[in-house]
């Protein structure tokens, strides 16, 4: 990756089938003054050529000839190598099944086709707080940033890979990990923690149930819980909200903002 000062740094590697597209797409990121990306037609082409040389970002189509954009993040989350390389995907799709899966394995936006110059300045930026948000604030407070316990729960490997990378970028370094509600209330009855961070739909125990427990069962009762997740429906959230959950964040969401969020809930009280 290279040494990153802002967007015009950033090493960008794009994938999209369509030629016309590919010079859409690099147009723009001209218009921002960014450099050329280098082109590709398919998956297994960028995944291999991402092992040579490592990107700081992958732009990527929904359809490939060979796989999904979706397919191509996931491998991506699951190998060392590449887990923590940035992610946009670019896709006229607008159906929550095939969205979905992306938004789970963690990518910094999805920007819709055709969109406009300002989206994809916003995304980039997203994409610059993933790459280096910087160290969390939180000065005054009894908590040292380097032995705060997180605890990520989701039943997404890539997921929690992602999740794990935009905490540990924030300087956490002691994060555990459960697949599903259970798992995690299992955990917390055993281990202290100083934040949770959990998704909402998931096997065994949901998002909301794991609050319930964490605020009603559990003796970590005051433990600060943020929610990422991808889940649409109001009604849910609100049970979510009423179960006591500290903060909720769409996915795909901002570094920024969860850092913004995080610093906000591990704050002293009065501060």
């Known amino acids: 990756m290279t040494f990153l000062t802002g967007m015009s740094d950033l090493s960008i590697f794009l994938v999209e089938p369509s030629s016309v597209q ?33 990107p700081d970002l992958v732009i990527s189509a929904m359809y490939l000839s060979d796989m999904t954009g979706a397919e191509l993040v996931e491998k991506m989350r ?5 887990k ?38 916003a995304a980039l930026s997203a994409t610059l707080d993933y790459l280096k948000p910087g160290n969390l604030s939180l000065d005054g407070g009894d ?7 997180v605890l990520v729960v989701d039943d997404s490997r890539s997921a929690r890979t992602y999740s794990r990378q935009v905490l540990g970028n924030m300087g956490i370094q002691h994060i555990i990990e459960a697949e599903n509600g259970l798992q995690a209330a299992e955990i917390i009855q ?9 998704d909402y739909n998931m096997p065994e125990m949901d998002g909301r149930e794991l609050v319930e427990f964490i605020r009603g069962k559990s003796w970590q009762s005051s433990v600060p819980v943020l929610m990422i997740s991808s889940e649409r429906n109001q009604s849910r959230l609100a049970a979510v909200e009423q179960a006591g959950v500290s903060a909720i964040c769409d996915k795909p969401f901002e570094p920024a903002l969860i850092k913004s969020l995080l610093e906000k809930m591990l704050a002293p009280s009065g501060q």
């Open 143 to 149: 908590i040292d940033i380097e032995n705060l316990r």
């Open 78 to 82: 699951v190998d060392d190598a590449l």
């Open 190 to 198: 055993e281990q202290f923690f100083d934040l949770v961070v959990t």
């Open 84 to 121: 923590g390389v940035a992610f946009i995907l670019i896709s006229s799709e607008t159906k929550l099944q095939y969205l979905d899966p992306v938004r789970q394995a963690g990518a910094c936006a999805i920007l819709p086709k055709p969109f406009e110059t300002g989206q994809l300045r």
């Open 22 to 54: 590919s010079q859409f797409i690099e147009a723009r990121l001209g218009d921002l003054d960014i450099l050329p990306p280098r082109v590709f037609r398919d998956g297994a082409t960028v995944f291999a050529a991402m092992h040579e040389r490592l």
